[in-house]
T-cell receptor, first 115, second 113 residues
Framework: KAGVTQTPRYLIKTRGQQVTLSCSPISGHRSVSWYQQTPGQGLQFLFEYFSETQRNKGNFPGRFSGRQFSNSRSEMNVSTLELGDSALYLC??????????????FGSGTRLTVV | DAKTTQPPSMDCAEGRAANLPCNHSTISGNEYVYWYRQIHSQGPQYIIH???NNETNEMASLIITEDRKSSTLILPHATLRDTAVYYCIVRVAGSGGSYIPTFGRGTSLIVHP
């Protein structure tokens, strides 16, 4: 079966712009979580959506937002980009909220570079 | 605010067993321990999880101490393709009340010929 699909794979944006990243979870998975990975901070939780509702939010500024659609696909948006937003953004889907019992399946990520 | 402690790096000879330890002394009674690995530039891959009993699957074995304060992931016959960062995680309560996996720094395992 198809895995978690993230688009685009690579993105270069300019400071001050905004960006939207997309994630299509595994069919039947209702939970989608987003993580930011940087060399300095490692993997940091952004937010989780379950059945179109935000379940949890990590410690990120309001410039980071997300949503989930009725087909479980999710998007995350970053407004007013800063150089420090350069990172690998990973999407993870799971059957149960927070990857309980079954674990997460991660996508390959979107590499965002802000210049 | 990682709830697990792992050695930053380890190495292992190809064909030998790799034993990766993890300390999770603050784990709550009904929370599982999960292990993932991340090969360079890819998303993390789920390996195994357990509550209190030892677990085994086609990828690895997981040994959890009786007091549940630590665990060991065992790759019985490590290959060069097992070179990766291995994360031991427990889920912690998020702002919304449900639990979220919290990744620490993991252990960078290098398997050498």
């Amino acid at each position: 079966k198809a895995g978690v699909t993230q688009t685009p794979r690579y993105l270069i944006k300019t400071r001050g712009q905004q960006v939207t990243l997309s994630c299509s979870p595994i069919s039947g998975h209702r939970s989608v979580s987003w993580y930011q990975q940087t060399p300095g901070q490692g993997l940091q939780f952004l937010f989780e959506y379950f059945s179109e509702t935000q379940r949890n939010k990590g410690n990120f500024p309001g410039r980071f937002s997300g949503r989930q659609f009725s087909n479980s696909r999710s998007e995350m948006n970053v407004s007013t980009l800063e150089l420090g937003d350069s990172a690998l953004y990973l999407c993870a889907s799971s059957l149960a909220s927070g990857g309980a019992y079954y674990g997460y399946t991660f996508g390959s990520g979107t590499r965002l570079t802000v210049v | 605010d990682a709830k697990t402690t792992q050695p930053p790096s380890m190495d292992c000879a190809e064909g030998r067993a790799a034993n990766l330890p993890c300390n999770h002394s603050t784990i709550s009674g009904n929370e599982y321990v999960y292990w993932y690995r991340q090969i360079h530039s890819q998303g993390p891959q789920y390996i195994i999880h357990g509550l209190k009993n030892n677990e085994t699957n086609e990828m690895a074995s997981l040994i959890i101490t009786e007091d549940r304060k630590s665990s060991t992931l065992i790759l019985p016959h490590a290959t060069l393709r097992d070179t990766a960062v291995y994360y031991c995680i427990v889920r912690v309560a998020g702002s919304g009340g449900s639990y979220i996996p919290t990744f620490g720094r993991g252990t960078s395992l290098i398997v050498h010929p």
